[in-house]
Each structure stands twice: as C-alpha cells, then as structure tokens.
C-alpha cells in the first residue's frame, strides 16, 4: 500500500427524525489530539445537545480507531458512524454527531438509521482525496548541503515536517512510500549527510 484516502475538509450535514435534529460534523484529523481539541469545541459550541456521538480511525494499518455512543444505548451510534468510514475506505478522519432530542424515543434500530445517515451525508458533502503514504527520516548534514538536500526533497514529493537550522542541521522528513528507495539513494548519495530511521 502506497497510498490511503481521507477527507479534503470539513463538512456538515443535518438529519432530522420525529422532532430529534442530527448535525453531523466530519473533519480530517492527523492524531487523537486534533480529534479531542476538535470534539471539545463541539461541546463548546452545542452545551444544550443531549449527544456528542463519534467515530475515528487514524493511520492505515487500521488498528487506531475509537467509536463513542455518548450514552445513547450501546452500539446505536458509534458502530453506525465509524461503519460509515468503512464503507467509504477512509481514515485520519473522524466525525461528531450531535444530536438535540425531540421528545419522541427513536428505539436501538431508529437511532442506529439517524446516526448512519447523517454520518452518510456529512462524507457525501466533502470530497475523498488520496494521499501518499509518508516514511519519516531524519535528517542530519553541513548547512552547505541545504540546497542540494531540499532539490531531492521536492523532487520526490516529501513533506519537511521539522526543521533546525543552524551550521549543522537536523531536518524530519517524510518520504512518499512509493519513492522510498530512490528518494533515500539520492540522500546517502551526500556524503556528509546521515539519515536515520524509519521513525
């Protein structure tokens, strides 16, 4: 596997059953941190919601993924939103449902249909893009090889991801997995420079 898919940005969509409003919010994120920060504006932004429900996954060996029913019955709203991100075959992605009661119980098979479907409609809003994925290197070379190092860099697609530049310097890189090889070759190429990792 080269390549994975997620979202481009974020999307909103509604869904309303018997009096209940569902507003599903989907967003890419890179870590369980930028799901928590996001998860807690919500809350912010919707005190008087009965229900922050969601689902995650995270990498693309599709072990890092979390789904959470915010105390609706077990399995009614989690399972259904990260079972939408299945079926669409996308990850470093998450998505919040809030849901403002109406009065009226949807009962288990209701809710898992609402949460489904406001999930559903939320990723029908936002496009699936598809993205390399990255090794990470450091880097460590004499700041006269800079130029030389950053004409590889774009030259394979990599993302600079931390960077220290002073007489000695000391750069985080990830490589398109697609172009590990290569892109590598042409660094030790560089006799000053060393390279460590995979990180």
Do not use: W
Not at 78 to 85: A, C, F, H, V, Y
Not at 122 to 130: D, E, N, R, S
């Amino acid at each position: 596997m080269t390549h994975y898919h997620t979202i481009e940005k974020e999307a909103l969509a509604e869904f309303r059953d018997r009096g209940s409003t569902f507003l599903a919010y989907a967003f890419p994120i890179g870590s369980a941190d930028d799901f928590k920060k996001r998860l807690r504006a919500l809350k912010e932004e919707h005190p008087k919601a009965a229900h922050h429900c969601f689902a995650y996954r995270i990498g693309t060996d599709g072990n890092n993924f979390r789904a959470g029913d915010d105390g609706e019955p077990s399995g009614s709203a989690g399972k259904p939103i990260l079972g939408q991100l299945d079926s669409k075959g996308i990850t470093n992605t998450a998505i919040v449902v809030v849901r403002y009661f109406g009065g009226t119980l949807l009962g288990v098979p209701g809710l898992i249909n609402a949460y489904k479907t406001s999930a559903s409609f939320a990723l029908q809003l936002t496009p699936v893009i598809q993205k390399p994925i990255l090794v990470r290197y450091e880097l460590q070379f004499d700041y006269t090889l800079m130029n030389d190092v950053m004409t590889v860099v774009k030259r394979f697609g990599c993302t600079i991801d931390e960077q220290e530049n002073l007489l000695f310097c000391r750069t985080v890189i990830g490589v398109p997995k697609k172009d590990e090889e290569p892109c590598l070759q042409k660094l030790r190429d560089m006799h000053t420079l060393s390279v460590r990792g995979p990180l």
